[in-house]
């Protein structure tokens, strides 16, 4: 029987089918439709999360809030989400991001309605720890688009979609005073005015959820159970994608530095507007202004990361790539210690600006690392490595922003010194084939692309071809070794012990 005719793209593509090239302005099916309902998607629920700590000096007088009935409801808006990411790298593995960014964004959504009834501190912080859930729809935006898109432009994707869904941490510190003043301007008291403010994220949250079921679509070639059913993808069983993720320590180091550069941004967003408006004596609309030029920077700075860690690994492959990341978290971390430091409002906007940016680009350059570090359990791994950016907010609020043991400032002071630590760990990432920050790759047998892809496979599974989509994905990876390596590589008189592989 002749085998069907080859799918066209609108994009070029490589051989599983992902985009060899970024097209911003595009919204071409599959790969940059899915790339646009999956930011418009983490944007709505970061809004949502988000929502309340530019009305928190309303909300504290409606409520009786206290100092650590704020702290605790901030930790409780990002806890949420700690174990909900490390779930959901898993429902991606197993069912696909559509499916599963869908149903947890659908799941939320009450949630964020019913803040409309909040009643007292504690009702306060139940509904904000169940709408930080949401903020594990961050796993399914790195799974999609790192199965849509190339090595050569995954940095670039996987920045872009993140960065501008983060954007919404920085909108919402807008979006929200500016809701609150519309409607108490059209007669509503107040502490009314902030509770029907909330339909509005929930709305767009609710309808970014249907956009996706119904515009979107798992792989370039087509959805999860389309393609089990078909044959074109194996089922694989939880048992061996948990195994395979858990004990690559590569993951667990990114989930570590990702918790005090994208955990670092989830503290900054909970306390940034009180923080100024307390320390400066600011108005709840100048104090939220300047809190959203700290969200608002991830329109270019996360996005830059991503642009970054490709170009420096197209020229200088995966040590490229993890000495760049170090680099610029470290810089954060100066950054984030002088923001602690200075005592005028404009030189804090300055340096506020500054650290943003350095802080989020990590963010970026983080995930120009992560899709390499397994292929069989790519979900678990983003998982682990966001839930990771959890971790370090929920421990950050509560050493240094949890009551009154110390000040905004000296907590912000000694945020920057833990940034700067726990980049330090990079340092420990290696990668055989490739090579580390201090390392170059290992010499000899064993060591290519294919073997540390394929390792993830039994004899028995590659027997049946479980392991294409590893194989071509070793294939395409093979420019992280960095141009030099790549060019003698491709001259070298064994070259062909390892052609490109045909599966």
């Known amino acids: ?31 940059m439709r899915a790339f646009h309902l999956s930011w418009v998607s983490f ?30 409801a901030g930790i409780a808006s990002v806890s949420g989400a700690v174990f909900a990411r490390v779930a959901m790298g898993s429902a991606c593995d197993l069912f696909g991001p559509r499916l599963a960014s869908a149903s947890l964004i659908l799941l939320t959504a009450p949630a964020v309605f019913c803040m409309s009834l909040a009643s007292s501190p504690a009702s306060f912080l139940v509904l904000r720890f169940l709408i930080g859930f949401s903020l594990a729809t961050f796993v399914s935006t790195q799974f999609w688009m790192s199965s849509m898109f190339s090595p050569n432009v995954v940095g670039t994707a996987n920045g872009m979609a993140g960065g501008w869904g983060n954007l919404g941490g920085g909108a919402t510190q807008l979006i929200m005073p500016f809701v609150f003043a519309i409607i108490r301007d ?3 008291i107040k502490f009314t005015a902030w509770r029907i403010a909330f339909f509005i994220p929930a709305l767009f949250q609710t309808l970014s959820a249907f956009a996706v079921i119904l515009f979107g679509q798992d792989m370039p070639d087509g959805n999860f159970k389309e393609l089990e059913k078909e044959g074109d993808k194996p089922e694989d069983e939880f048992s061996k994608v948990l195994y395979h993720g858990v004990t690559n320590y590569r993951g ?28 400066f004596d600011l108005n709840l609309h100048t104090a939220g202004m300047v809190a959203a030029s700290f969200g608002l920077a991830n329109l270019f700075s996360r996005p830059m990361g991503g642009v970054i860690s490709d170009v420096v ?14 680099a610029v978290q470290t810089i954060g971390g100066v950054l984030c210690v002088i923001l602690g430091r200075v005592g005028s409002l404009g030189a804090s906007i300055a340096v506020m600006i500054g650290f943003s ?42 050493i240094f922003f949890k009551g009154s043991r110390y000040s905004k400032e000296t907590g912000i002071t000694l945020m920057g010194v833990m940034i700067i630590c726990c980049s330090l760990p990079i340092a420990l990432i290696y990668f055989p084939q490739w090579g580390g920050m201090f390392c170059s790759p290992s010499a000899g047998n064993g060591r290519t692309e294919e073997d540390y892809y394929l390792s993830e496979w039994s004899v028995k599974e590659q027997e049946s071809g479980f392991h294409q989509a590893s194989a071509k994905f070793a294939d395409n990876s093979r420019r992280e070794r960095g141009r030099r390596l790549v060019a003698s590589a491709d001259t070298s008189p064994d070259a062909e012990s390892h052609p490109p592989v045909r599966v």
């Open 43 to 72: 944007f709505a629920c970061f809004v949502s999360t988000f929502a309340a700590p530019p009305l928190i000096p309303i909300i504290r007088d409606d409520l009786n809030l206290t100092a650590t009935d704020i702290g605790n």
């Open 252 to 279: 667990w180091i990114l989930a570590l530095t990702y918790g005090y550069c994208f955990g670092v941004e989830l503290t900054t967003d909970n306390i940034i507007a009180e923080y100024f408006y307390d320390r």
């Open 186 to 188: 059209l007669g509503a």
């Open 313 to 326: 690994g197209k020229r200088f492959g995966m040590r490229g790539r993890l000495w760049t990341l170090w």
């Open 357 to 398: 940016i350095f802080c989020q680009a990590a963010c970026g350059l983080t995930f120009g690392v992560v899709p390499f570090v397994s292929r069989r359990s790519l979900g678990l791994i983003s998982g682990m490595t966001g839930g990771g950016g959890n971790v370090g907010a929920v421990l950050t609020q509560l």
């Open 1 to 31: 029987m002749d085998s069907p005719p080859p799918q066209k793209f609108p994009l070029p593509v490589d051989s599983e089918h992902k985009a060899t090239e970024f097209r911003l302005f595009s919204a071409a099916k599959p790969h």
